[in-house]
């Protein structure tokens, strides 16, 4: 129940594309839904968030979809550019941050 | 820059041996976190504090144990090394007043020979 289901593993790009990765929870307790993005050697870096009460979030060239009823969320990369290409993590948490979950990561690569 | 520092940036060491790594948290930050990263395991939760009481335990080995100083920054040590441990260890931060935002270090890579 604590499991953050992440796909695809692997996703490949052309540029100007969209890219779409999707995150599966079971634990309805969870409260907020962040992305993290991870360059090759460097930390995770949070992209974009979102909470339970809307179902639709955009920052720039990134889109959060949020769906509660079938707990799943997605992430949608808008103009897909070679600088994009990176890992990138669901995650899910509840109560303040102390029940904090990552998805496996999908690793994206966009083709110039 | 996140605002989290983590040191050292590199470490290598023999198998059996104890290594300490440090972080300190954004400023005014009062959680830290602290993740594994190895290759085929992902992001995995190790352990929370939050101003020097430990707040969550994920899945952490009983070698390894962390602890919050009252200066906020935090220590974890991992002890009688196995080469399987070897893996990059992030630490994170929030603030934690209404906050679930995390901030990462850029973690410590250890190698164990």
């Known amino acids: 129940q604590q499991q953050v289901k992440q796909s695809p593993q692997s996703l490949i790009v052309q540029k100007g594309g969209i890219s779409i990765i999707n995150c599966a929870y079971e634990n309805t307790a969870f409260d907020y839904f962040p992305w993290y993005q991870q360059f090759p050697g460097k930390g995770p870096a949070l992209l974009i968030a979102?909470?339970?009460?809307?179902s639709e979030k955009k920052e720039g060239r990134f889109t959060i979809s949020f769906n509660k009823s079938a707990k799943q969320f997605s992430l949608h990369i808008m103009d897909s550019q070679p600088g994009d290409s990176a890992t990138y993590f669901c995650?899910?948490?509840?109560?303040?941050?102390?029940?904090?979950?990552f998805g496996p990561g999908t690793r994206l690569s966009v083709l110039p | 820059d996140s605002g989290v520092t983590q040191t050292p940036k590199h470490l290598i060491t023999a198998t059996g041996q104890r290594v300490t790594l440090r972080c300190s948290p954004r400023?005014?930050?009062?959680?830290v976190y602290w993740y594994q990263q190895s290759l085929d395991q992902g992001l995995q939760f190790l352990i929370q504090y939050y101003n020097g009481e430990e707040r969550a335990k994920g899945n952490i080995l009983e070698r390894f144990s962390a602890q919050q100083f009252p200066d906020l920054h935090s220590e974890l040590n991992l002890s009688s090394l196995e080469l399987g441990d070897s893996a990059l260890y992030f630490c994170?931060?929030?603030?934690?007043?209404?906050?679930?935002?995390?901030?990462f270090g850029p973690g410590t890579r250890l190698t164990v020979t």
């Open positions: 995650a899910a948490s509840s109560y303040y941050g102390q029940n904090f979950v």
């Open positions: 400023s005014g930050d009062l959680s």
């Open positions: 979102i909470r339970p009460d809307v």
């Open positions: 994170a931060s929030s603030d934690h007043r209404g906050s679930y935002e995390q901030y």
